[in-house]
């Protein structure tokens, strides 16, 4: 009324319909169905427009219902929304009122308008709009039935820190796993045996977390805890490198595999912390079988002697053998752990108990060997057995060679790797710095030459050894013996001999390289067959058409006509075909 009074600018009064006699004698009667009469004063078209909006609200109230919703109270705050976003939308959308039970602190009833039981949502409005709204209230109702189921139940308490896992690791990766909420009690039920655990989400998610958990109680069953006092300088011989050693004990009792159990089955004090106790906590039978294995291993390492054998440094690659392989083979043979000088764990066994008998020798001679004193004299004897003499003193002997005959004699390596063969080496003092190849002298080029390009091939002869290095170099052959020593020797001046009478190089230049494979046959055995025919050097270049062939005159010559009967065989049989 106030609205149409301030947009329109007309009065509205409002006065009950009461007969008049009722209001002289006074007397006020309730009617059932009592009327009202309203007066609109202002401008005709101002009032016409005030009658037409009220008869329309009149109509609106004339289909207003309201209807109460039976919702569980757990539910209300999720069908209300953040700051009451998702009832509002509701409201707006239906053109309806929603009202949600507040809850009151002394008697739990509604603290509303209306009086509202706690699981009631009131709903008021036009028909339609109630409907509308009704029905998505209780298919919101029913999402949050099916996504908020919640599960309670109970696990011993002793298995409660393994499903936490180490910083909440394992609890949180099965929520991450399921979609699942879990929530565990601090407080435990039946005088601290049980502790409750409870469990939101869908039906699945439930399930499956429950599973997950349940099945993490069932390995934890019954458990104990033992301790074993282990001295801190056993502590690294018995967890090994990177654990292995620990997770082969943990086997050997048939203990579990999974490395996250293993480490809360067996704890080791923490470098830093003055105890030696060994903390053992899990299923007693294994409890008392690790025990009784570490006590034993224990007393095996407290036995433990550290002799010192002398084996000669060059022998201990060896006796270790590729990847370790003999070394792992002698330990578990004998039971014994073996150091050699190098390795990490050298210096951190300790001093072997037979240092001072050992005074004179080179340290890097002494290898270690760890372990009762039975297993550490048998495995000494093995090393000792297995290590070679040391070899006799090499033979030498020095031959001077010219530099200019060095390329020669060498054969590109094969002629110190024949020596090799018969037990030599050879070290130089000084190497010639040109290339032993011979390089093809440049043609002089004439202005009224013509074209020279018939494809015939092109022969060079020059003096050897015209550019080569002056001077002599010292070669020190060592040998195994002296029967190799002196063959060595009168190989070389052999090759200093023949490299003297090479006085010659000749140079044949082919058209092309399309006759090469046929000159030099099969992994070179048509070069290998002209070289001893004709006693010359033959060299095919990779590099370019021509044949370098090195010798007297007389055997270049021989060479050259061999190689080009050769070609001109191979191409009278092409015509042929």
């Known amino acids: 009324m106030n609205r149409l009074r301030d947009q329109l600018g007309v009065k509205v009064d409002v006065s009950d319909d009461v007969d008049e006699k009722e209001r002289e004698g006074g007397k006020k009667k309730k009617a059932v169905h009592q009327k009202s009469r309203i007066k609109i004063t202002g401008r005709k078209e101002n009032v016409e427009e005030a009658k ?22 757990q539910y209300h705050s999720s069908l209300i929304g953040q700051s009451g976003k998702y009832a509002i939308r509701l409201e707006e959308k239906y053109s309806v009122k929603i009202t ?78 399921t979609d699942a909420q879990i929530d565990i009690e601090k407080g435990s039920e039946d005088s601290g045996a049980t502790t409750a655990i409870t469990v939101r989400g869908t039906k699945k998610a439930v399930a499956a977390a429950k599973a997950a958990i349940m099945a993490i109680s069932d390995q934890v069953g019954e458990e104990t805890t033992a301790f074993v006092s282990v001295d801190s300088k056993f502590h690294r011989s018995i967890i090994g490198a990177g654990g292995h050693g620990l997770k082969e004990f943990i086997a050997k009792c048939g203990g579990p595999s999974d490395p996250k159990l293993q480490a809360s089955l067996i704890r080791f004090p923490r470098q830093g912390e003055p ?87 080179d340290p890097a001679n002494i290898v270690k060997v760890s372990g009762s004193r039975a297993a550490c004299e048998k495995a000494v004897a093995d090393l000792k057995g297995n290590a070679k003499a040391p070899a006799a003193e090499s033979v030498t002997n020095t031959i001077t060679v010219p530099l200019m005959y060095h390329h020669a004699i060498s054969q590109q390596g094969s002629f110190f790797r024949t020596l090799r063969t018969i037990g030599v080496q050879v070290e130089h003092s000084a190497q010639p710095q040109t290339s032993g190849v011979p390089t093809r002298p440049t043609p002089e080029a004439r202005i009224d030459d013509a074209d020279t390009s018939s494809g015939e091939p092109e022969w060079e002869v020059v003096a050897n050894y015209q550019d080569a290095e002056d001077g002599d170099s010292t070669w020190t052959l060592r040998a195994r013996d002296q029967a190799g020593l002196d063959k060595a ?10 490299a003297g009478r090479m006085s010659h190089v000749g140079f044949l230049t082919m058209p092309d390289r399309s006759a090469f494979p046929r000159i030099v046959g099969a992994k070179g055995s048509n070069v290998s067959r002209l070289r001893n025919e004709t006693g010359a050097d033959i060299i095919v270049s990779r590099e370019n058409s021509t044949i370098v062939i090195i010798g007297s005159e007389s055997e270049i010559l021989s060479a050259k006509d061999a190689i080009m009967r050769m070609i001109s065989n191979s191409g009278r049989s092409r015509r042929n075909d």
């Open 52 to 73: 037409k909006r009220i008869l329309a609200q009149i109509e609106r109230l004339a289909d207003e219902t309201s209807e109460i919703l039976k919702i569980p109270a």
């Open 100 to 177: 949600f039970p507040r809850q009151s602190s002394e008697n739990g009833e509604g603290k509303t308008r209306e009086q509202l039981k706690p699981d009631e949502v009131l709903v008021k409005g036009g028909k339609k709009g109630v409907a509308g709204a009704k029905s998505e209230l209780l298919d919101a109702a029913e999402f949050e039935k099916e996504m908020n189921n919640i599960l309670k139940f109970t696990v011993p308490t002793r298995s409660v820190a393994r499903i936490l896992g180490r910083g909440g690791a394992s609890i949180n990766e099965i929520k991450d796993s």
């Open 275 to 361: 105890s030696d106790e060994v903390r053992i906590r899990g299923e007693p039978k294994l409890v008392a079988k690790l025990k009784a294995e570490l006590e034993q291993i224990v007393a095996t390492l407290r036995d433990r002697v550290i002799v010192a054998v002398d084996i000669p440094a060059p022998q201990h690659r060896a006796l270790i053998g590729r990847g370790g392989q003999h070394l792992n083979d002698l330990q578990a043979k004998f039971d014994v752990q073996i150091q050699f000088p190098g390795s990490r764990s050298y210096y951190q066994v300790g001093e072997p108990e037979n240092l001072a008998d050992l005074a004179e020798v």
């Open 489 to 498: 020797e009168n190989l070389i001046k052999e090759a200093i001999t023949n």
